[in-house]
């Protein structure tokens, strides 16, 4: 009999336990959908209680965390030296990692993370913090490799870290009381060589990376963009005059079909709301 009680009282305390777990998953659910709305709305510290209230009721909602580490990083200003500022940068890094300690594959966090190490490395310029920022979107385009973004990001990152190792070298020669070069002239043949034998990798990368992305996505005006800026970084290695010149123009060429493309959507966009 005393056997019977004890497994009938069990039972009972384990049913009390799965219907609270369940009002728990409820509320959180609940707290996650409330965050939703005021992260939609730009009400970052209020979606922030809402997602922390929502994984305190259900530690296994990952929505919950990707938004609350969303939440921090939508506040984050690159080279902002405030406290809270670098809090914000410093618990949306915590919370993704967190993420990937236990799902390595997510991807959400694995772009959360990309996109955080970009803004981080911006300003000051920071090349290595460029170069693992660009990492992550790497593991991205080994976990998907028919993802156009990520591919996009490579090369957004190798364009940034080519173009200011240019813009050093072309300030470096600049100071050095010889006559002064422009932006928009050709890099001495010595600064040239130097550029292309430590950022002609990097370049290749960039323009490979991009030229895959515009693959996956035929339209993708803004890899043309990037992919016309790497044709010039390019064009600032090339030994002859006329090597540069078939950079230049094809970077023109490109430019001008991302913005023949960018216009047609906003004209389709125009005549749509028109329509309607």
């Not at 336990?17 to 707290?31: H, I």
């Not at 939703?36 to 209020?46: F, I, K, W």
Request: hydrophobic share 35%; with cysteine.
């Amino acid at each position: 009999m005393q056997r019977k009680s004890t497994i009938t009282l069990s039972l009972a305390v384990l049913a009390v336990a799965v219907a609270g777990g369940g009002c728990n998953k409820l509320r959180a659910r609940d707290q996650l959908n409330k965050g939703v709305e005021a992260y939609s709305s730009g009400q970052y510290d209020q979606a922030i209680e809402h997602f922390k209230s929502a994984e305190e009721y259900d530690p296994t909602l990952t929505n919950a965390q990707l938004y609350l580490a969303a939440a921090y990083q939508a506040q984050y200003i690159p080279g902002a030296p405030s406290p809270d500022n670098l809090r914000n940068g410093e618990e949306a890094e915590k919370i993704n990692q967190a993420i990937l300690a236990k799902d390595p594959n997510n991807l959400s966090a694995i772009d959360n993370l990309g996109s955080l190490y970009y803004n981080m490395a911006q300003t000051p310029f920071d090349e290595q913090g460029m170069i693992k920022a660009r990492s992550f979107h790497e593991k991205h385009i080994e976990l998907s490799p028919n993802d156009a973004q990520p591919y996009y990001w490579v090369g957004v990152i190798d364009f940034w870290i080519s173009h200011h190792a240019n813009q050093e070298l072309r300030d470096e020669y600049n100071r050095s009381g010889k006559k002064p070069i422009k932006d928009t002239d050709p890099l001495p043949k010595e600064e040239a060589a130097k550029f292309a034998q430590d950022y002609g990798q990097t370049v290749d990368d960039g323009i490979a990376a991009l030229n895959k992305a515009i693959e996956l996505n035929p339209n993708y005006d803004d890899a043309m963009g990037y992919l016309s800026l790497l044709d010039r970084q390019k064009g600032d290695m090339e030994e002859t005059a006329d090597a540069r010149e078939a950079d230049n123009k094809a970077a023109d060429a490109l430019m001008d079909k991302a913005k023949a493309i960018k216009q047609q959507r906003e004209a389709s966009a125009a005549n749509s709301g028109t329509s309607s």
